[in-house]
């Protein structure tokens, strides 16, 4: 009767351990799904966000400072009041 009751508390003890770990991996599978989204649109805010400062940068390249041999020796300016100092 001992070895009866104590192999059926095992078997319990296993049957919800495995329910533990199939319940957990739903939550975790459900989560994922749930998550990409989030994910996808973080992902491409910040791609965007880096084209758009890519393309601000671009904006303030003159073309005739792409022509000229010298352009490394020319002070960078940094701030749009730079010519006052």
């Given at each position: 009767?001992?070895?009866?009751?104590?192999?059926?508390?095992?078997?319990?003890?296993?049957?919800?351990?495995?329910?533990?770990?199939?319940?957990?991996?739903?939550?975790?599978?459900?989560?994922?799904?749930?998550?990409?989204?989030?994910?996808?649109v973080f992902?491409?805010?910040?791609?965007?966000?880096i084209a758009?400062?890519?393309?601000m940068?671009t904006?303030?390249?003159?073309?005739e400072n792409?022509?000229?041999?010298d352009?490394?020796?020319?002070?960078v300016?940094r701030y749009?009041?730079?010519?006052?100092?």
């Open positions: 009767m001992k070895n009866t009751l104590k192999k059926m508390w095992v078997n319990c003890q296993s049957a919800g351990y495995t329910a533990l770990t199939l319940i957990g991996i739903i939550i975790v599978l459900i989560g994922s799904i749930l998550a990409l989204p989030v994910v996808l992902v491409v805010g910040v791609i965007i966000f758009y400062k890519i393309g940068a904006d303030d390249i003159e073309e792409l022509n000229d041999p352009w490394y020796l020319k002070p300016k749009k009041d730079d010519d006052k100092y």
